[in-house]
């Protein structure tokens, strides 16, 4: 299971807090609520902080949304370094 937790930092980014897994049941939902997002004019910015699972579909999802203009931060070591070997750019700090 994936939560979600939108922080707007300002008029133009907002962080959306992942928590718990992403995976393919929760891929759609991420994807569309970051799309929506960035229609609407936001810089969009993903913290992994709190995110303890990501499956095959959600480096997917991270590298589509990556080369959308969606900043990554937050991740633990595993995780950026999943990333990484997929060549999707990570930030290990926060924010």
């Known amino acids: 299971m994936l939560g979600i937790q939108p922080d707007q930092v300002d ?17 759609d ?14 810089r969009v910015v993903l913290d992994l902080a709190r995110v303890v699972f ?8 991270l590298g589509r949304l990556r080369s959308t203009g969606v900043r990554i931060v937050g991740c633990v070591p595993l995780l950026a370094a999943m ?5 999707i750019a990570v930030n ?3 924010r």
Not at 83 to 87: I, K, M, P, R, W
């Open 11 to 27: 008029d133009r980014t907002m962080v959306l807090i992942l928590q718990g897994c992403v995976v393919a049941a929760s891929a």
């Open 29 to 42: 939902l991420l994807e569309r609520e970051c799309l929506e997002l960035r229609r609407s004019g936001f």
């Open 54 to 61: 990501m499956d095959r579909f959600g480096v997917k999802l």
């Open 83 to 87: 990333l990484a070997d997929e060549g």
């Open 92 to 94: 290990r700090t926060t």
